[in-house]
DNA sequence: CGTGTTCTTGAACCACTTCAAGGCCCGTGG
DNA sequence: CCACGGGCCTTGAAGTGGTTCAAGAACACG
């Protein structure tokens, strides 16, 4: 289905690189003071993934956690059968492996050219152990996802095929917005169908159909890298009520 | 469609109340010392719900957190037409408001008699502050929860409706038996079909034709207060796969 | 023992899936 | 430079699992 090459290339990382990293007011190294994250460099290698290679799999025992800083994850779940849900896409400043369990409870893929940090899971629980506000600022961030993970409850169990592709494409907007610091009504969509899809619990071709359907009435329309908003409100109003 | 009479019963709380508890091992208190416990207790009050009252809605401030010592406590999220989706069905002991985030993100109200230890949330979350390992307990919970969230995004975005009953039947089975320390066949389902169809993305007609379809092929016998299994292997297997 | 609520069952319907085919895009090699 | 091949995407037509609508049965509670 997709390439599962586990080729990560370790990149060279110079000092100073978290003091100058762009997305530290994001990520969880926000909570550290300058001497801390000094410390928490200290443990941490840059690694880029190429488009489709894995990063971890399910079940597997969890070696290492992530601090992503470029390019899009998809997280999934598999059931024996092959039927897949992606639980979610993971944006640069997101951290994977939040749970610091001592296994993966999915996997996780890059979906285009990924950059990411990252740190022994054992070494990190250690750093964490002694950095109370850092276990606070990691709490918040899985009390964020856990969030995320009620809203597309709601998405998967009660929501309509063109609410949900609406949802997915405000959902991604908002937290593209959130990152870039503004928001545009381009929307760049590195993920195919089958995975926008397996995220959203439709088939490849409803997908498909909607979003064509969407572009016939007006609302979107379909570029090559993804989708460009013609009516933002419309679209934000198809995602409530 | 709901009784919403918010009429909790304060309890009389006397001494050692937390040192007795039968709970303990399963809640959050099990990270504490003795004489961390008896601080805890000193911000604790016990309270009843009965039957369907609100335990706290969505959006409101986060007043008070919640340590679940009895019954079933359905938590949910409403959209503004009225539909439905339950994120989760809390058991004893559980924690309800792990996120110590000022407005809840949820309703909760009581499936049955509910009995809970209520904390003032800014108490309780200047108290962990004061107890790493609390909060890393705090946090286990928490990913606990969210891999709960994760296999039920599995379960709404890839399962068909019988599927989706026996892994509500079979993951209700394990929870309670994490909680009795022993597993019956017999599952008590205090929660109305409508709750089982908000929880699992269908209608209670779906839950009504399901429940009935495997009683007639001998799966399991609908009793007064929940069901009987008769196969619990069969049973397991729908959920897998 | 009535009355309202919840649950069950049947029949018709429909949103989404499945099956099938063709188009588009892009890299590769002649 | 164009022909070829393979993903990926789109579109149509038929099928179906679950919903909707409707009615009756079972149950709970005064």
Redesign the interface.
């Known amino acids: 289905m997709q390439i599962t090459a586990n080729l990560a290339h370790s990149l060279t990382l110079p000092g100073k690189q978290c003091a100058n990293c762009a997305l530290r007011r994001l990520n969880i190294c926000a909570a550290l003071y300058p001497e801390e994250l000094a410390q928490l460099e200290f443990l941490a290698h840059g690694f880029s993934f190429k488009r489709g290679a894995t990063m971890f799999a399910q079940d597997n025992p969890a070696e290492f956690v992530y601090n992503l800083t470029a390019g899009v994850v998809r997280l999934y779940?598999l059931?024996?059968?092959g039927?897949?849900?992606i639980?979610g896409f993971a944006l640069p400043g997101d951290f994977l492996g939040?749970?610091?369990?001592d296994h993966y409870?999915?996997c996780a893929d890059a979906v285009d050219s990924v950059i990411a940090c990252r740190y022994s899971r054992q070494a990190f629980a250690d750093f964490v152990?002694t950095k109370?506000h850092l276990?606070?600022r990691?709490?918040e961030f899985?009390?964020h996802?856990?969030?995320l993970?009620?809203?597309?409850?709601?998405i998967?169990?009660?929501r309509s095929a063109i609410e949900r592709v609406a949802s997915f494409l405000i959902g991604l907007r908002d937290r593209w917005s959130h990152i870039d610091g503004y928001s545009s009504v381009h929307i760049t969509l590195p993920m195919s169908r089958q995975d926008i899809a397996?995220?959203?619990?439709l088939t490849i071709e409803t997908i498909s159909r909607t979003l064509s359907r969407l572009a016939r009435d007006k609302q979107i329309v379909i570029v090559p890298d993804g989708v460009r908003l013609l009516n933002v409100s419309s679209m934000e109003a198809l995602t409530?009520?």
């Open positions: 779940i059931l024996p059968d039927r897949r849900q639980i939040l749970a610091l369990a409870g999915f152990d109370p276990l606070r990691i709490h899985s009390t996802e856990l969030s993970a009620h809203d597309q409850m709601v998967l169990g009660r397996d995220f959203l619990g409530k009520v």
